[in-house]
């Protein structure tokens, strides 16, 4: 038993049996109590599958009190109550079991199965936790209908909630009780449960087919002026699936609640969202414009589960992509046509970038469906979700968008109400549009981000380019010698007029073509290319690989000015940029422009001065890549090198543009306060502007920069310039944090702003002013949110504090780690990434790295959440 806690075992997904028995309706019976809330299951099961007549349950973290087969005490010969299991012997094939257990919500601090945030009580159960709640078959293909009756004290709990309908209530004295039915067979991932001092914002939608839905969102009292913007999205995400997917809501009731503690950023349980505050609450005094977009994407992630998860939901959990790698892509589409598809492109490559190619380049790389795990917790990670809807869009790019959305139809035919794999939705892809999808099966099972070549020549005479593409996949640890996978490279042949040209490839004529790399190396032969020209290759990003090509600067220049893609336009600055900064930082790896910033600075002046361009445009046209994805480009990097090259590149831009950064911030200073596309756009180029004028000349723009501070209408405004100021040594930076604690001292989501700005300031030794903090009355380790917001702000976001060379960055992390370990074994695991890169760091940072690594690894009583993480990440 020590030994197993010590070493926690992998699970393999070619493992996977399908369960002996299934449970197929469950009554639960709740008696809440802080200390002990009492639970009383009762499950039908049903044998589907030869095997032993041993019903071997999931529970832990209860007290078991008896259990009743078929309404009969079970004697305790006929069980085995475990660490983590009941077993009960000689079952019949058919039989109702009831089972009587206790917990104790106010100290479950984990974050998952039944617990207490802000005083009233919620439950997380993906994707172990419901196991916690009861005992039972905790594994996503045993699906039940649900009866729950909860009851409670009226006045600590006046809502009671849980999944479908609400079919009766009544009170007895000071209790009272409601009674939920969820007609929708489900997995237990899926339960929920919500009861305590909430209120509602309440709104309706009527379906396509004409059912009119209930909708409603539960928070504070206190917060009920901030829940119209995410009601707006949920209507929204309603109608875009109607229209684009042609799936309609299913209940009469859509209910979501807003939880201040949690671990990750939303639930989708049927019928009743859990969500964390921080996705939900928002209006333009408390949130800024980039949480607005967030608000929008999450509410409709959750809600598109419900058909990609809910209604089709995983076999196992090794199949986590199929609904997470799917809701991704859908949300992403989504947001696309709200918003600005190209600039919503860029921000989801550049996440993909920050986050998920530096896990698949680490210790943790994995397909996007691993093959093994420790503990599932550990891979809700960036290649699940966010490599997962990559891998989605290239259906869409292989298949077309009618075949894409055909195969999709046919998914839902073949498996609505199932537990399925991502072989079956790779299957229904390929059989609705006859395609053959092996080859592209690969991109479930090889991990890592492919390596793609061009180079081109074009010969004059005959009007015909030729295009040489290669792959390769690098090594990741356990898999080597991988095969060539499908990608997708969309194209564009760019003549010396700034357009593209309507160029022949495989018979057809158009101005971008679809190639397909499916080999190692590949050669794609264009005619009728009338003059020299300039390829623009993946274009809108159409493959998750890491592109190096032939591009001479002056290409890069040319594509940065001219190409019609938003994302090749805006990734040929980045590229420019990255080779200028790397240049600037000694690395190896550089190439192209050497060290003069002129070329870079020139596109970007051509960007603020075009009239055809939407100011938020202009302004990613002039963000630098950050430190962590130009970290990313080396193999072993200098991070303080890295971080200087950047700053003194953002300086000569600073200074080489001061005139059409000031004239910038004043044109788009009139916008007001309004959320529109129109105003919010102004904003995000006000606020650029404003970085580059605090970066050349601080003490000349601070006064201005404390006037936006205190005369902003929006918290995008206020934001931003106290996010400069922070930076300063000024007696402004003073009085600007101080304001801004006073006003929102009481205001969790905004003081975890206050708490991040801190974190994240480019001021000498910051790492002094986190430890202060970390005293602050307002600050508490148990609320995830808080915590992330200085300890992850400061270990995540902020390279220059982190990385410092006497190594008491990565010390006070794995301090961190330690701590938070025993009470929030979810929260502390995903802390460790960071100290996972330790490989790729030069001397020092490497060792002092690494040590740290290991005293977290080796700390007596980690969690398995932990364990898993350090251990391999040191392997
Ligand atoms: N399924 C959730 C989502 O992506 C993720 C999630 C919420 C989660 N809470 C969790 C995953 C707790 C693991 C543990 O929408
Ligand atoms: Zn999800």
Redesign the pocket.
């Known amino acids: 038993m020590l030994d197993a806690q010590l070493t926690p075992q992998p699970i393999y997904l070619k493992d996977y049996t399908a369960p002996i028995f299934t449970a197929t309706h469950i009554s639960l019976d709740f008696q809440l109590d802080p200390q002990e809330t009492r639970v009383v299951s009762k499950t039908r099961f049903e044998r589907i599958n030869a095997g032993p007549a041993t019903l071997v349950l999931n529970g832990s973290h209860q007290t078991f009190e008896g259990a009743k087969l078929d309404g009969v005490e079970i004697p305790p010969s006929q069980m085995a109550l475990g660490e983590d299991t009941l077993e009960i012997f000689d079952v019949p094939d058919r039989f109702e079991l009831e089972i009587s257990s206790t917990n104790c919500p106010e100290k479950n601090t984990a974050l ?1 199965g039944l617990y207490i945030s802000g005083g009233n009580y919620c439950t ?1 159960c ?2 172990e ?1 419901f196991r916690r709640i009861t005992y039972s078959l905790d594994r996503p293909d045993v699906m039940a209908t649900y009866a729950v009756t909860i009851s409670a004290k009226k006045d600590a709990c006046p809502v009671l909630l849980s999944n479908g309908n609400p079919i009766a209530n009544g009170e007895a004295g000071e209790m009272h009780w409601a009674k939920w039915e969820d007609p929708f067979p489900k997995p237990s991932y899926l339960f929920a449960l919500v009861a305590g001092q909430l209120e509602a914002v309440t709104d309706h939608y009527k379906t396509a087919s004409g059912r009119e839905v209930t909708l409603n969102i539960y928070v504070r009292k206190e917060d009920l002026d901030k829940c119209d913007h995410a009601m707006l999205a949920l209507k929204n995400s309603m109608k875009w699936d109607e229209e684009v997917f042609g799936l309609e809501y299913d209940l009469d009731l859509y209910n979501i609640v807003a939880v201040s503690d ?7 349980n049927k019928g009743l969202n859990v969500f964390n505050t921080r996705y939900v609450l928002a209006n333009k005094d408390t949130a800024t414009d980039l949480d607005f977009d967030l608000v929008e994407g999450v509410i409709a ?2 809600y598109f ?1 419900n058909w990609t ?1 809910n209604r089709v939901t995983c076999r196992d959990w090794f199949q986590l992509s199929l ?2 790698g799917l ?1 991704v892509y859908r949300d992403q589409e989504f947001s696309a046509d709200m918003g600005s598809r190209g600039l919503k492109r860029i921000d989801d490559v550049r996440s993909l970038r920050a986050g998920q190619f530096p896990e698949d380049a680490g210790p943790m790389a994995h397909p996007i469906r691993p093959d093994s795990y420790m503990e599932i ?1 550990n891979f ?1 990670t960036a290649t699940v ?1 966010n490599k997962g809807a990559e891998v989605v869009r290239m259906y869409e790019a292989l298949l077309g968008k009618d075949g894409f959305r055909k195969g999709m139809d046919l998914y839902f035919q073949r498996h609505d109400g199932q537990a399925v794999t991502c072989d079956d939705f790779r299957a229904a892809m390929a059989d609705a549009n006859g395609a053959d999808l092996e080859q592209f099966g690969l991109w479930y099972s090889q991990a890592g981000t492919p390596q793609v070549e061009a180079t081109w020549s074009y010969d004059a005479a005959a009007q015909t380019l030729e295009l040489h593409l290669s792959q390769s996949v690098p090594d990741t640890p356990g898999q080597t010698a991988k095969k060539p996978m499908v990608i997708p490279v969309r194209t564009a042949l760019f003549g010396q007029d700034g357009t593209p040209m309507a160029v022949t490839y495989a018979g057809a004529t158009a101005a971008e073509h679809r190639l397909m790399l499916t080999q190692a190396k590949q050669s794609f032969t264009f005619s009728g290319v009338e003059n020299t020209p300039v390829p623009s290759l993946l274009r809108a990003f159409s493959a998750p690989v890491k592109l190096s090509t032939a591009h001479s600067d002056q290409d890069k220049i040319f594509l940065a000015s001219h190409d019609d893609d938003p994302f090749n336009r805006w990734e040929a600055m980045q590229s420019l940029a990255s080779d200028i900064i790397l240049a600037k930082a000694g690395a190896a790896e550089a190439t192209g422009a050497g060290t003069d910033a002129a070329a870079l600075i020139g596109v970007m002046k051509n960007a603020l001065e075009s009239d055809a361009l939407d100011p938020a445009f202009k302004a990613e046209m002039c963000l630098l890549p950050v430190d962590n994805v130009l970290m990313e480009q080396v193999a072993v990097s200098d991070p303080q090198a890295i971080v200087r090259a950047r700053e003194a590149i953002r300086q000569d831009i600073a200074a080489a543009l001061a005139p059409l950064w000031e004239q910038t911030y004043h044109e788009m200073a009139g916008g007001g306060d309004a959320l529109d596309r129109t105003a919010r756009s102004a904003r995000r180029l006000k606020n650029v502007a404003l970085g580059y004028r605090m970066a050349g000349a601080p003490m000349d723009v601070v006064a201005e920069c404390y006037l936006q501070f205190t005369d902003a209408g929006n918290m995008t405004d206020a934001l931003a310039a106290l996010g400069q100021l922070a930076h300063t040594d000024t007696l402004e930076r003073t009085n600007a944090l101080a304001a801004f604690y006073e006003t929102w001292r009481s205001d969790a989501l905004v003081l975890d702003k206050w708490f991040s700005i801190q974190a994240g300031c480019l001021r000498e030794n910051v790492l002094a002013q986190v430890l202060r903090l970390l005293q602050h009355p307002d600050f508490s380790a148990k609320n995830p949110n808080r915590f992330r917001s200085l300890v992850g702000a400061y270990a995540f976001a902020n390279p220059k504090g982190f990385h410092r060379r006497d190594g008491a960055g990565y010390r006070f992390l794995a301090d961190q780690i330690i701590a938070i370990d025993e009470s929030n074994p ?1 929260l502390a695991a995903r802390m460790i990434a960071p100290l996972g890169k330790w490989r790729r760091l030069a001397k020092p940072y490497c060792s002092d790295m690494k040590a740290q690594l290991e005293r977290v690894a080796g700390h007596p009583g980690l969690s398995k959440d932990s364990t898993e993480i350090a251990t391999k990440s040191l392997a």
């Open positions: 998952t997380q993906e994707a936790g949690f671990n990750m950023g939303a639930m989708e992630h959750e589960h998860g609904k997470e809701t917790n809700y979700y979810q």
